[in-house]
């Protein structure tokens, strides 16, 4: 790994940051995980730059829209099935240890952080979980290959659950569905109480999620933007550091 000054400065007093740290909560977006090989959605070239996202409302009234939302998903299979947490993921897991970070509140659905050895409990997942599936009406839920064997069984038609027959999705925050209220609630009281907060990979464009940065800075929260881009956001951190995640956060905890 090569780095400018500026950058390895950058990390040096982000090391010394996190060296203090006591509280702390890691935002994550798709930036910690695309070295994994998972897709950016929202990026130039990203999916959804190429695919138009199903709605909610879609998803639930039309059967050809719920079984395209299952090709899509089952065509990401090899990039989800074999990915594995990233460097970025192993500092936060190793941060985790030592007690310096209270929770991860991420808009990734890939369960990397689980993965890395962070226990669930301290992880929020404000879009959900994309490695499992629910019934929208009763809340069962089904693995990913019992739904993947129906759906190629029926003739790539959607399953719906057996016991109550409605609607099998993938465990995952569509456009127009409700954010999920305990989650949130979650992720609002872990940031009102950091001292602080990191924006790991996020383009910080989405809201409601995006508002969290935000409010840290308001309850006294020292606020540091890890992204390879520009955010709106920038102007409100201590620091800012435009670098390679893996890079930054490896040398920043001696990983």
Request: glycine share 10%; charged share 25%.
């Amino acid at each position: 790994m090569t780095m400018d000054d500026d950058i390895k400065a950058a990390c040096d007093a982000l090391g010394a940051l996190l060296a203090t740290m006591t509280r702390g909560v890691a935002f994550t977006g798709a930036g910690i995980s695309t070295e994994c090989g998972i897709p950016d959605f929202r990026s130039p070239g990203g999916l959804w730059t190429r695919n138009r996202p199903i709605d909610y409302e879609a998803f639930r009234t039309r059967p050809d829209m719920r079984a395209e939302a299952w090709r899509r998903r089952f065509a990401m299979e090899a990039a989800f099935g074999a990915a594995r947490p990233g460097r970025g993921h192993r500092a936060l897991a190793r941060l985790m240890g030592q007690g310096r970070l209270a929770g991860i509140v991420t808009q990734n659905i890939d369960g990397l952080h689980q993965a890395s050895g962070v226990p669930p409990e301290r992880i929020v997942e404000l879009h959900g979980n994309t490695t499992y599936a629910t019934c929208l009406d009763c809340g069962e839920r089904y693995e990913l290959g019992w739904v993947r064997a129906r759906f190629e069984a029926a003739g790539e038609a959607a399953p719906d659950c057996p016991g109550c027959d409605g609607p099998i999705k993938s465990a995952t925050i569509s456009f127009g569905q409700p954010m999920p209220a305990p989650a949130m609630a979650r992720a609002a009281e872990l940031t009102a109480a950091c001292d602080v907060f990191l924006a790991i990979g996020s383009s910080l464009v989405v809201w409601p999620a995006a508002g969290f940065p935000v409010q840290a800075r308001r309850h006294g929260a020292r606020l540091v933007i890890i992204n390879r881009e520009p955010t709106e956001l920038d102007e409100l951190a201590e620091l800012v550091i435009r670098a390679d995640i893996g890079d930054v956060l490896e040398a920043a905890t001696g990983g």
